[in-house]
């Protein structure tokens, strides 16, 4: 259906118009009519039309008057306009109007019906554009949550979740470099209100979490994580490292405003733990902060600062320096690692030149905390309490401090190394197993959910696994695969193809076909003729 306007002060116009339209198009035209330009920005506003055929020679306001005032709030109506003038300043000023026709009357029927069809084809090609993007729009309302989930589990949860930080930013246009976190817990209080039944909430979560996830965006721009027993995880990106208190306290209202919000919609109670603003990269950071202002508070919303402070260094101690290094170190990135620990080395010589014996031990506590943190990580796989025996005794003698420099480089890059290989090991153990597996099962339909539990490990981290030590996905491999022993099929004449097609692990031999020829450049039944040939 389409909504037509027609305007133009001659009554035998507006009937000729009218005639055209209906003889043409029958019912798919619902007409209004208009013979002044005070009535056509009126009629414009309540009866909003699609088509609009327009006069300029009207009473009061003209044709091109009234469509300049009808673009203030509708312009996507298709104007057209016929007129007695054959003016160009007329022309020109309806073509800076969006003015998709001028016609100068007398006008024919047929240039009438051709100017209405062009104009109904450019109102359904816009309406189908408004379809396919609301379409897309339902999609992603799906798809994001999905991509959030994976951003803060990769984030929060994985220790190398930063290397997909560029995938992630792409797909949900995050611009700014910041974040902090915002932990969420709800239950039943007990007694001391302290909120329990976690792994039933947890299944109770599962009904509400869209609604929830829905409220948490109307107080926060944010991403939700997924429930994680009775906890959610919202990352708050900002544009600054640094919150001023000011900021702080407006969080910590708005938080409070939001738990009051969710305990009124659901039947639980709901409390947050807030962290401090890290690089995105180092969201982990902020997570462990709200989930210690979460447990070391009863309030509803606690932030990390309001907590009793912890100790602190005395003096210019380099904290950041001393921090990054051990998280470098535990991605087993060494020339960044090294840097820092010289950087670390050079500060404390600088300032404690004649402390010989607190250099000694603090270069101890560093490589003993590394190795420590390689063991618990699984980048050390045994441990020999012997295995330090000697570390006290070489620091001792070490006669200057670039011999210990040359120590403490030493072991901590042996840590690092070690960590590299043990992730090393385990990947190409991992890859193995399932690579494998798919061989031995390739005729069956085989799943990267199946394959993943096979190996034990997460989809997602599977499929990035896969594709980082293998250089291909694992679709394009299983596919390598089957059309590799497909071709070994059809050397044998014996087989048909539709018989290859389900020993090579495909259901639907137009499929097969499909692949085979998209692989290979050839049919199916075209390779066996060619190894054919080269038989005789």
């Known amino acids: 259906m389409y909504r037509v306007l027609l305007a133009d002060d001659e009554g035998i116009m507006l009937e000729s118009l009218k005639t055209v339209i209906t003889s043409n198009f029958g019912k798919e035209c619902e007409l209004a009519f208009a013979k002044t330009g005070r009535a056509v920005v009126e009629l414009a506003e309540s009866f909003r039309p699609d088509i609009a055929f327009i006069d300029i020679q009207m009473p009061g306001i003209n044709g091109i008057q009234a469509i300049r005032e009808i673009r203030k709030f509708n312009t996507s109506i298709k104007f057209i306009i016929i007129t007695a003038y054959d003016k160009f300043d007329y022309a020109k000023e309806a073509i800076n109007l969006g003015v998709i026709e001028y016609l100068t009357k007398p006008v024919k029927r047929q240039i009438v019906v051709q100017v209405l069809e062009r104009a109904m084809e450019m109102i359904n090609s816009e309406r189908k554009k408004r379809s396919d993007n609301l379409k897309i729009q339902e999609k992603l309302e799906t798809v994001i949550p999905i991509v959030e989930n994976g951003l803060v589990n990769s984030m929060i949860l994985q220790e190398d979740g930063a290397s997909d930080l560029s995938y992630y930013r ?28 976690p792994v039933g909430m947890s299944v109770k979560a599962q009904a509400f979490y869209p609604e929830c996830r829905a409220l948490c965006k109307e107080f926060f721009t944010c991403i939700v994580g997924p429930i994680m027993t009775n906890r959610i995880v919202l990352a708050v990106p900002c544009e600054s490292e640094t919150q ?54 009863r309030s509803s919303v ?74 618990f990580s699984g980048g050390i796989e045994t441990y020999d309490f012997h295995s330090r025996k000697d570390y006290l005794s070489s620091v001792l003698r070490c006669p200057d401090y670039t011999s210990l420099r040359e120590w403490y480089l030493e072991k901590l890059e042996a840590v690092c190394r070690k960590i590299a290989t043990r992730r090393e090991e385990q990947s190409e153990s991992i890859i193995s197993k399932a690579k494998a597996y798919i061989k031995e099962n390739f005729a069956k339909e085989l799943s990267l959910d199946e394959i993943s539990r096979v190996v034990n490990i997460s989809p997602y981290y599977f499929s990035k696994l896969f594709k980082e030590e293998s250089g291909e996905n694992f679709i394009e491999y299983l596919t390598r695969v089957r059309i590799s022993r497909a071709k070994e099929l059809l050397s044998n004449p014996a087989l048909s193809i539709k018989e290859i097609c ?35």
Do not use: C
């Open 302 to 375: 606690a932030h990390v600062d309001d907590l009793p402070v912890k100790g602190k260094y005395k003096g210019d101690y380099p904290e950041e320096t001393e921090r990054k290094l051990f998280q470098l170190i535990a991605r087993a990135d060494w020339p960044s690692a090294r840097e820092k620990a010289n950087e670390f080395f050079d500060w404390m010589v600088r300032n404690y030149y004649d402390d010989t014996e607190d250099i000694q031990l603090k270069v101890l506590e560093f490589v003993i905390f590394a190795e420590r943190e390689a063991f």
């Open 502 to 536: 389900g020993m090579a692990g495909y259901s639907d031999p137009n499929y097969f076909s499909r692949i085979f020829k998209k692989q290979e450049d050839v049919t199916p039944s075209e390779y066996r003729e060619k190894i054919q040939k080269k038989d005789r």
């Open 244 to 297: 001023e208190y000011n900021q702080r306290i407006r969080v910590i209202e708005q938080a409070r405003n939001l738990m009051r919000k969710l305990g009124s919609r659901f039947d639980a109670r709901f409390r947050a733990g807030i962290g401090r603003t890290y690089r995105i990269e180092e969201m982990k950071l902020s997570y462990g902060e709200a989930y210690r202002a979460l447990s070391q508070s």
């Open 170 to 197: 792409t797909l949900l246009d995050i611009q700014t470099e910041y974040a902090f976190v915002l932990l969420i817990q709800f239950g039943i209080p007990n007694e001391e209100g302290i909120l329990t039944a």
